[in-house]
């Protein structure tokens, strides 16, 4: 089976995060270099009357990279709108966005696709969750609800976005109720180093402060590793795009392997948004 390369990426609606200016031309350039056959977008203007450049983004990425592709409206205004969108390199045989609203000053959405990976079903699902715990709470809620009404069981599945969840607290819902899996949790090491090393010194600390080692389900998941070995893994860092601090972003997946995973920084991705992006490569078995 073929490597199948997935990116998730809140693209900021084609604006770079300093000043403001377009970076559509970079991000198609970003994007090319990387190859991806699925692609998870959200902050996507699908319609801009005030600036033609930034009009039907997801139209005009997919046209250069040769993908189909599926957009979801969330917010609209008077003269632009934005939303979700899922490109694929595979065939969408059918896609459907589901308004998850929580208030009328957050319009948010999650777009549910199935898509033909090798004449495998493989359900895509691209998300950006809201600002506020609560909100968070109900709008996943509403995205399990659909899972277990609307997905098979033991189909291959993928939900990928902006969950806004800097605190991890929604991950043990994925994990348990749907066996889901964050793809740095199962991820190879690729740098046992640096890890054992911020490890030992973190456990230093919290010894001399007294600190216990266990943490509570919410702040830290207790996921299968790739060898079968459990593994406390929180998910990286992905914001702001220069200095990442917070862990908003997340790729979840079921019936994958996952062969690697990675957050992409520097130049030109810290130009281009306030996100940096997932990249990760799975394998169906």
């Not at 715990?133 to 599945?157: D, F, T, W």
């Not at 899996?181 to 490890?199: K, M, N, S, T």
């Not at 996921?223 to 990442?244: K, S």
Request: hydrophobic content about 40%; aromatic content about 8%.
């Amino acid at each position: 089976m073929s490597v199948i390369r997935v990116v998730s990426y809140n693209i900021h609606k084609g604006r770079s995060a300093t000043g403001g200016r377009e970076s559509l031309s970079d991000l198609r350039l970003g994007l090319y270099g990387l190859s991806p056959d699925l692609l998870f977008l959200q902050e996507v203007q699908g319609r801009n009357e005030q600036r033609f450049s930034l009009d039907a983004q997801h139209e005009s990425l997919a046209a250069a990279l040769c993908m189909h592709a599926a957009y979801g409206c969330n917010a609209v205004r008077q003269r632009t709108d934005h939303g979700n969108a899922l490109l694929s390199r595979y065939p969408i045989l059918q896609h459907e966005n589901q308004d998850i609203s929580d208030h009328r000053l957050e319009q948010r959405g999650l777009l549910h696709a199935l898509v033909e990976v090798q004449g495998v079903p493989v359900h895509c699902l691209v998300v950006h969750l809201g600002l506020f715990a609560g909100g968070r709470s109900r709008q996943v809620a509403a995205l399990l609800e659909r899972i277990k009404r609307m997905v098979p069981e033991g189909e291959p599945m993928l939900i990928a976005g902006d969950f806004n969840d800097w605190s991890n607290r929604l991950a043990p819902l994925f994990v348990q109720q749907l066996g889901l899996y964050e793809v740095f949790a199962i991820a190879p090491h690729q740098d046992p180093g640096p890890r054992l090393l911020r490890y030992s010194v973190e456990r230093l600390r919290n010894s001399l402060r007294g600190t216990p080692q266990s943490a509570p389900l919410a702040q830290k998941v207790h996921e299968l590793g790739i060898n079968g070995a459990a593994r406390m893994t929180p998910p990286p860092r992905t914001f702001p795009a220069a200095f990442p601090w917070l862990r908003l972003d997340r790729i979840y997946q079921r019936g994958f392997a996952v062969r690697k995973a990675r957050v992409l920084q520097g130049i030109p991705w810290k130009q281009i948004s306030d996100h940096a992006p997932l990249y990760a490569e799975l394998e169906l078995p």
